[in-house]
Protein backbone atom coordinates (compact mmCIF):
# COMPACT_ATOMS: atom_id res chain seq x y z
CA UNK A 1 0.00 0.00 0.00
CA UNK A 2 1.16 3.73 -0.55
CA UNK A 3 0.17 6.66 1.22
CA UNK A 4 -1.37 9.24 -0.32
CA UNK A 5 -3.59 11.27 1.62
CA UNK A 6 -1.87 12.73 5.06
CA UNK A 7 -3.76 14.71 7.21
CA UNK A 8 -1.27 15.77 10.57
CA UNK A 9 -3.98 18.53 11.44
CA UNK A 10 -4.08 19.48 15.01
CA UNK A 11 -0.42 18.16 15.98
CA UNK A 12 1.44 20.77 17.32
CA UNK A 13 3.67 20.94 14.51
CA UNK A 14 6.52 23.96 14.74
CA UNK A 15 9.00 25.27 12.30
CA UNK A 16 10.94 22.47 13.40
CA UNK A 17 8.69 19.92 12.22
CA UNK A 18 7.21 21.52 8.70
CA UNK A 19 11.25 21.42 7.92
CA UNK A 20 10.96 18.16 8.60
CA UNK A 21 8.21 17.54 6.38
CA UNK A 22 9.84 19.85 3.79
CA UNK A 23 12.81 17.81 3.85
CA UNK A 24 10.44 14.72 3.70
CA UNK A 25 8.57 16.12 0.24
CA UNK A 26 11.46 16.69 -1.51
CA UNK A 27 11.99 12.68 -1.79
CA UNK A 28 8.50 11.91 -1.89
CA UNK A 29 6.59 10.99 -4.82
CA UNK A 30 3.60 9.38 -3.29
CA UNK A 31 1.35 11.87 -1.61
CA UNK A 32 -0.52 13.94 -3.17
CA UNK A 33 -3.18 15.32 -0.52
CA UNK A 34 -1.13 17.17 2.95
CA UNK A 35 -2.82 19.12 5.55
CA UNK A 36 -1.38 20.75 8.21
CA UNK A 37 -4.44 22.93 9.78
CA UNK A 38 -3.94 24.08 13.52
CA UNK A 39 -0.76 23.66 13.98
CA UNK A 40 2.18 26.29 14.56
CA UNK A 41 4.35 26.23 11.40
CA UNK A 42 5.14 29.94 10.76
CA UNK A 43 6.54 31.97 7.94
CA UNK A 44 9.73 30.41 7.93
CA UNK A 45 7.81 25.99 8.59
CA UNK A 46 5.38 27.63 5.05
CA UNK A 47 8.68 28.65 3.30
CA UNK A 48 10.76 25.33 3.94
CA UNK A 49 7.50 23.50 2.74
CA UNK A 50 6.96 25.99 -0.36
CA UNK A 51 10.63 25.50 -1.30
CA UNK A 52 10.24 21.73 -1.03
CA UNK A 53 7.56 21.64 -3.24
CA UNK A 54 10.05 22.82 -6.40
CA UNK A 55 11.15 19.24 -6.54
CA UNK A 56 7.80 17.78 -4.93
CA UNK A 57 5.53 16.55 -8.27
CA UNK A 58 2.60 13.98 -6.30
CA UNK A 59 1.20 16.82 -4.35
CA UNK A 60 -1.70 18.28 -5.58
CA UNK A 61 -3.31 19.62 -1.85
CA UNK A 62 -1.55 21.13 0.89
CA UNK A 63 -4.11 22.27 3.11
CA UNK A 64 -2.67 25.07 5.76
CA UNK A 65 -5.75 26.62 7.09
CA UNK A 66 -4.94 28.22 10.66
CA UNK A 67 -1.01 27.39 10.94
CA UNK A 68 -0.13 31.27 11.73
CA UNK A 69 1.89 31.65 8.18
CA UNK A 70 1.24 35.38 8.53
CA UNK A 71 3.85 34.93 11.90
CA UNK A 72 7.68 35.08 11.28
CA UNK A 73 9.81 33.57 13.91
CA UNK A 74 12.64 36.41 13.54
Given at each position: ????????????????????????????????????????????????????L????????L????????????
Amino acid sequence: NTLTDLDLAVNSITISGARAIGTALVSNSTLSTLSLTYNWIEADGALAIFTALAANTSLKTLVLRYTDIRRSAE
